[in-house]
């Protein structure tokens, strides 16, 4: 569903991302490990269309993305959950929620589809429904963002750090929504510090360091990794 080849870019004269390569199947959910600063989330701004590469090639469902606005890959279906979860601390829980859905013509019946759908995902999202975001907890807000992703329809998420600043077991009750998202056909593609959480939930996963991918392979097998495992879990 999601390729790139050759992949670079950076900031000015400074160089981040040096001729990345990787790919996510349609219905995986893909970790992108590294600690900070590796390029994680240079990476995910790039594929998103937030950032434009200085070079290589970026496909998404066959198709090229090369000149294609951020706006644009998001009616494509790619949605982006960006770190910090930047939620509008000024709108409701609600109007959140509908932001997602301004770029679309959609007819009342299925926006109001659209948001029982996320409701029934994150049923404390309906609870607060009129609450302002700026009230809510570190993981209701971090859940309001992947809702508000949700609400644009997509066939893939970009998500970055979605445990970060969560206590484990909302971080936990997060990863398990991300889980059940995915079990409704829609591809994800992670980036984590929390490497534990994200190799339990990913079928494949990348460890990316000072913008290169330095290991590659199923989950299970990189959980298992001495370099893995003395690098990132703790061993």
């Known amino acids: 569903m999601l390729s790139c080849r050759g992949l670079c870019a950076g900031y000015g004269s400074v160089q981040v991302l040096h001729d990345l390569a990787i790919e996510v199947e349609e219905g995986e959910i893909v970790a992108l490990l590294g ?71 959609r007819g009342r019946a299925r926006i109001d589809g659209d948001l029982d759908r996320v409701f029934a995902l994150f049923p404390r999202l309906r609870e607060r429904a ?6 809510l907890s570190g993981g209701e807000q971090q859940m309001l963002a992947i809702g508000r992703a949700l609400m644009s329809r997509p066939r893939m998420l970009l998500l970055d750090e979605p445990s970060l600043g969560l206590a484990p077991l909302l971080a936990e009750e997060v990863y398990a929504r991300i889980r059940d998202i995915n079990r409704g056909s829609l591809t994800v593609l992670v980036v984590e510090q929390n490497t534990v959480l994200a190799l339990d939930v990913a079928r494949r996963a990348y460890v990316l360091e000072n913008g290169r991918i330095v290991l590659a392979g199923a989950a299970a097998e990189l959980s298992r990794d001495p370099r893995v495992r003395d690098a990132y879990l703790g061993a």
Not at 130 to 135: D, E, M
Request: charged letters at 20%; proline letters at 4%; glycine letters at 12%.
């Open 35 to 105: 600690a900070n600063g590796a390029g994680k989330t240079t990476l995910l701004r790039t594929l998103s269309g937030l950032h434009r590469p200085s070079a290589g090639a970026i496909r998404f469902d066959g198709t090229a993305l090369d000149g294609v606005a951020a706006e644009a890959r998001v009616r494509r279906g790619l949605a982006h959950v960006p770190e910090g979860r930047r939620v509008f601390p000024g709108l409701t829980v609600r109007e959140n929620l509908a932001v997602a859905t301004s770029a679309w013509r």
């Open 130 to 135: 009129a609450q302002l975001a700026w009230s």
